[in-house]
């Protein structure tokens, strides 16, 4: 006996509802099949790693965790445009924009600075969306091997500034050794 449905494209479908086998009805071809498979994968290289010890290797197209770099003199280049969070499909990204003073010249490149600056990791998809929408280069996904650390408290996986910002012993030594060559 068949039967036509219609499916939500509105294409009729034909729907057989054939009588099922002994063998069909206890299911017992299928618990061996399933035994099978089982037995099949029992005497397989195992594929697990032992984490601490080894570590397996990172694919070319890895995007660490997120940092905001620092230009040739130490300054912050994000300017808080705010393109990063629109652009964000996870919406983790939140700024605050702030005019930079007189007196912080030596600390922000542009007029306007993040002066709150937050990703929330628990809702980044890491995409690379973010650092492809920068105009200035800001916000980079490390190829390091550095990782979002595990951890118990929600608030503490959402990165502020003074998780994100590149330390300066690392722009200065970016600064040196592009002087090098």
Known sequence: MSVQQISLSGRKIEVSNKEMTFLERIYLWTILKGLWTTLKHLFRRKVTIKYPE????????????????????????????????LSCP???????????????????REEKYA??????????IFC??????????????????????????REDFIYGKDKLVMPLEMAIKNTQSNKVN
């Open 54 to 85: 080894e570590t397996r290797t990172m694919s070319p197209v890895y995007r660490g965790q997120h940092m905001l770099m620092r230009d040739d003199e130490g300054r912050e280049r994000c300017t808080a445009c705010g393109l990063c969070a």
């Open 90 to 108: 996870a919406e983790a990204i939140t700024m605050k924009a702030a005019e930079r003073k007189p007196e912080e010249k030596h600390l922000y």
């Open 115 to 124: 002066e709150i600056y937050e990703i929330n990791m628990l809702r980044c």
């Open 128 to 153: 690379g969306l973010c650092e492809e929408a920068c105009p200035k280069e800001a916000i980079y996904l490390t190829k390091s091997k550095k990782i979002v650390q595990a951890n118990y408290e």
